[in-house]
């Protein structure tokens, strides 16, 4: 399947993670996607108030394109200020960022202003950090090559290179990104600090 780019290249931060059941939790997969359908979204209306797309439609979408590295490998860089990213396509309904990291960067806690995503590792390794219930605490994952995350409108976490090498991801978004509020962490909790647009994108 043929992927409309848009010529959209830019540095800084931007993107990330994860549940199918469209809750404020994320879960992960190993396992390969299918649903070429899924990337066009060419069965929802066109114009506005078009439906988000699902978590699992989103982490369909990331899955079938990271098993097509020629049409995202070549538009990879890295970047030693900050995390590299490119939006490689946009829709009424959903963007696909691709976003590459170098050991030591990282995007901090945020959030991705009401809408769903999903991302998968198409090389290297990430972490995850994210606030689990009373008893859970603050949750570490270790996100592998090949691992898919995906997530509701109310998600926050923080994602991470601490590997010795770099990673690439591509990420989906539903509806498109309009704004990531930032966090954080401290003793009671998550304190939202700043908001950022796609301005400074």
């Keep these: 399947m043929s992927l409309d780019l848009v010529p959209d290249t830019r540095t800084a931060a931007a993107a990330d993670s994860a549940d199918a059941a469209d809750s404020t939790g994320a879960a992960d997969s190993t396992g390969v996607g299918a649903d070429a359908g899924a990337f066009t979204a060419a069965s929802a209306p066109p114009g506005e108030g078009r ?3 699902t978590p699992s439609a989103l982490r369909e979408i990331v899955r079938e394109l990271a098993e097509q590295p020629e049409q995202w490998i070549h538009h990879v860089r890295l970047s030693t200020e900050e995390r590299w990213y490119r939006r490689l396509a946009a829709d009424d309904d959903h963007e696909v960022w691709l976003i590459s990291w170098l050991p030591g960067q990282s ?3 945020h959030d991705h202003g009401g809408s769903r995503g999903a991302f998968t590792v198409a090389l290297g390794e990430l972490e995850e950090l994210s606030l689990g219930g009373p008893e859970q605490g603050l949750l570490i994952r270790r996100i ?17 290179n601490i590997a010795s090498g770099p990673a690439v991801t591509l990420h989906a978004y539903s509806p498109p990104l309009s704004y990531m509020a930032h966090y954080d962490l401290r003793a009671g909790g998550l304190v939202r600090t700043s908001e950022e647009g796609p301005e400074q994108w």
């Design 107 to 109: 995007t901090g806690f």
């Design 51 to 53: 439906v988000p797309l």
């Design 144 to 160: 592998a090559s090949g691992t898919t995350r995906a997530f509701g409108p109310d998600y926050v976490h923080d994602v991470r």
